[in-house]
């Protein structure tokens, strides 16, 4: 091909974030990436939002791709500069929760996800603003900005240590009364541990706030979790893994286009998985298909397939067993430690 015909590529590289080695990723890039196809830069961020600026001058300068590597914070970072232009968004995902690459079905495994930027297939794609802020796969109020960041932490050190750990704050945190506004309409009262608005399914690690969320229906997807107990806590960490926490009890769910949140105090909200504090009145909304996005080929436009599913299910019962399993040796050493105490006092009689 000639040079003057070949697509300029940019990598940005956040060398602070994910699990795996960058310069792995990039003799990964070097040997697999199609030179016959692309020009390639690399670029290094430097400090928090130098990919913002990195990215909005490479969308500037029209090229065709910028490609993150990195977690979903670096995506953001990248993302919310190139909405609105022709330059598309690529990702290598090595974060620790990769929410978004993992909705779009791009491999966690470098080199696969080298091969879909050789295909170069895009598509357009939804995302949402919080309070103006962007964000592509969650956003939340409530419970929810812990839950999300802790997800988002959980890497290879496993989801289930973060699972457990959340679950037991939820039973601490006192749910809050909302008011929700959905597109202009009445408002309805909810007293919620928390609120969750996806335009993507999930927080990362697999974990489904929102399961039936797609990225180019020009909706949110809005999880309501009210108050629940300490015998709620097995279903709701089975179904969560299991793309199936609307169909429990604890869980109102309904798509709108904008979401006026309103609370009596101010409070924190994420987007991304990245914390922030936010006024009484939250202001959540949609935009419709103003993203491109380098995508796989023959990804699945529905639900999982069987094979998908069935392994969603067999890993949603075993992360349910070890969550109880821990559960009851986490009581188990209580009643000990009690039977300790008492032993104690008795020979001291």
């Known amino acids: 091909m000639d040079n003057n015909n070949k697509r300029k590529i940019v990598f940005v590289i956040n060398p602070a974030s994910g699990t795996q080695g960058k310069e792995l990723i990039l003799s990964w890039i070097n040997e697999r990436l199609d030179r016959e196809r692309y020009d390639m830069e690399v670029v290094y961020t430097e400090y928090a939002g130098h990919a913002v600026e990195i990215a909005a001058r490479k969308a500037a300068e029209k090229v065709f791709a910028v490609v993150a590597i990195g977690g979903d914070g670096t995506i953001n970072e990248i993302a919310r500069s190139l909405v609105h232009t022709e330059t598309a968004l690529g990702i290598i995902p090595c974060g620790s929760g990769n929410g978004l690459a993992r909705h779009l079905q791009i491999p966690i495994e470098s080199k696969r996800a080298v091969d879909i930027i050789n295909d170069g297939v895009t598509e357009v ?10 964000f592509f796969c969650t956003c939340g109020v409530g419970f929810d900005a812990f839950v999300s960041l802790k997800f988002s932490q959980a890497g290879r050190r496993g989801p289930l240590t973060y ?23 009445a408002s309805a009262r909810y007293r919620a ?17 929102a399961p039936k969320a797609t990225l180019d229906d020009g909706l949110l997807d809005v999880t309501i979790l009210e108050p629940f107990t300490v015998l709620d806590v097995p279903a709701l960490a089975f179904q969560l893994f299991n793309k199936t926490i609307d169909q429990n009890s604890r869980i109102k769910t309904f798509q709108c286009k904008s979401l006026r949140i309103h609370r009596s105090k101010l409070g924190a909200a994420h ?24 995508v796989p080929r023959n990804a699945d436009k529905g639900s999982a397939n069987v094979l998908q599913r069935a392994q969603d299910y067999i890993n949603g019962l075993k992360q349910l067993n070890e969550t109880i399993v821990e ?10 430690d009690k039977g300790k105490e008492h032993i104690k006092k008795l020979t001291k009689k």
Not at 163 to 177: A, F, N
Not at 328 to 335: M, Q, V
């Open 125 to 134: 794609v939804d995302y949402g603003k919080i309070n103006d802020i962007p």
């Open 163 to 185: 699972l457990e750990q959340t679950l037991r704050e939820s039973l601490k945190y006192r749910p809050e009364v909302y008011e929700l506004e959905m597109d202009g309409n």
């Open 193 to 209: 541990f928390l609120i969750a608005c996806g335009n993507a399914s999930q927080y990362g690690n697999n974990a489904y706030i």
């Open 271 to 294: 987007y991304d998985g990245e914390p922030m504090m936010t006024d009484k009145d939250v202001e959540v909304s949609i935009v419709q298909k103003e993203l491109k996005v380098i």
């Open 327 to 336: 559960d009851i040796s986490h009581r188990n050493r209580i009643i000990l």
